[in-house]
């Protein structure tokens, strides 16, 4: 099993920046597909970006906006949220693929994210 731990969320500008970061502990593997997930208030929770050996993806909605990158030596990913958006307000969730399942088998508590207009 992984821990998962999301941090940096908070008040951003439109417009502005926000860097979340997720560290994993336990049984980490750089090969571990990572993702970022968000629900905002009175919806279901949806995909924002992913990453693993063959690249990177993202929704369509964060294209251009946000990058997600991974620093394997210290077992983090990352979320660069460039010109934020209110509908980008949310809380953010840490995901990972660790049982080759094909879906999301570890999650982190959340962080929230608040765009103001």
């Not at 063959?54 to 460039?82: P, W």
Request: proline residues 2%.
């Amino acid at each position: 099993q992984v821990q998962l731990r999301e941090s940096g969320g908070g008040l951003v500008h439109t417009g502005g920046s926000l860097r979340l970061s997720c560290t994993a502990s336990g049984r980490t593997d750089s090969t571990y597909t990572m993702a970022w997930f968000r629900q905002a208030p009175g919806k279901e929770r949806s995909f924002v970006a992913a990453i693993n050996l063959s690249g990177t993806y993202y929704a369509d909605s964060v294209k251009g906006r946000f990058t997600i990158s991974r620093d394997n030596a210290k077992n983090t990913i990352y979320l660069q949220m460039n010109n934020a958006k209110p509908e980008d307000t949310a809380v953010y969730y840490c995901a990972a693929q660790t049982r080759g399942s094909g879906g999301y088998d570890d999650w982190g508590q959340g962080t929230q994210v608040t765009v103001s207009s």
